[in-house]
């Protein structure tokens, strides 16, 4: 269990007042590094001291006990790698043994090559295969771990950590990465955590990309009034396309409207998207739940 009782603190855009009880399974914090991700991350990981408040994994600060520090899986956006020669040296003295196949072949690549001259790709890549090589981690946090790792071999080892009963942090941006991993999210705005969620919004938007700023301007009356459309928005430069943006809970819904509204219209549509849920749309639904 990792629990945070008004805790302050971090570096870089730092966190405020944040209380959370985060049980065994997968969790995501969700937010622009800005919003306090990489900061809290930190805080878990006992690279900082709260300022303010008590942060505690099973009951024991990380910043104070190097013990839980080191059965803790941590990889962080910038590697800390000792330079201790080459990558050999490093998993002779610190990960001898491998019980995955897998993550021993990715690391194996490396063995030749020098700690000091390990590229940034290559150098969060060994972080993420030591942090993940813990079969039962007291508990794991990865800031930004996507597109390091192939996704099966991630998910497996975020799998097996998870079963063994550890706590699993990652902390991003990535609202859809979030929604595909995460049991729960927990959503930072500016530093404060303002909701957790279960369940992602279905809100999402639908794109409309018209011949010109005229067609936008008339779908855009069409649809103004319409209760199930939640926004509206449209852009143009002369003698270009228009691109007409609606956001709506009910997207199947908005989709029969604005097709009713294409009609009545009589413009013209020359391609039609649906985006996801967005970070901005993800934090507004955490904040309107907790209101």
Request: aromatic share 2%; hydrophobic share 50%; proline share 7%.
């Amino acid at each position: 269990m990792i629990l945070c009782d008004r805790v302050s603190g971090g570096r870089g855009p730092r966190v405020f007042g944040l209380s959370l009880s985060l049980p065994p399974g997968l969790h995501a914090v969700v937010g622009e590094a800005s919003d306090g991700t990489l900061a809290f991350a930190e805080l878990v990981a006992g690279r900082v001291a709260p300022l303010v408040g008590r942060l505690t994994i099973g009951g024991v600060p990380p910043s104070t006990s190097p013990s839980l520090r080191a059965g803790l899986g941590l990889a962080l956006e910038e590697p800390t790698l000792p330079d201790l020669g080459r990558v050999s040296d490093l998993l002779d003295a610190v990960a001898p043994r491998w019980s995955d196949g897998e993550l021993a072949t990715l690391v194996d690549a490396l063995r030749p090559r020098r700690l000091g001259s390990l590229p940034l790709p290559d150098a969060r890549r060994l972080a993420l295969c030591l942090a993940l090589r813990h079969d039962a981690p007291r508990a794991v946090v990865l800031h930004e771990p996507f597109g390091i790792l192939p996704d099966a071999l991630l998910r497996r080892r975020l799998g097996i950590a998870v079963e063994a009963g550890a706590v699993v942090v990652i902390t991003t941006a990535s609202v859809a990465e979030a929604t595909a991993l995460a049991e729960t999210l927990h959503v930072l705005r500016r530093g404060r955590l303002i909701g957790s969620l279960d369940a992602v919004p279905s809100a999402a938007e639908l794109e409309v990309w018209l011949p010109d700023g005229a067609a936008a301007r008339s779908l855009a009356r069409a649809l103004g009034e319409e209760a199930a459309i939640s926004s509206l928005a449209w852009e143009a430069l002369p003698h270009q396309p228009a691109v007409l943006r609606l956001r709506a809970t009910d997207v199947q819904a908005a989709a029969r409207l604005l097709a009713r509204a294409v009609m009545a219209s009589e413009v013209e549509v020359t391609s039609l998207h649906r985006r996801s849920p967005s970070l901005e749309m993800l934090q507004l639904a955490s904040a309107e739940g907790r209101a």
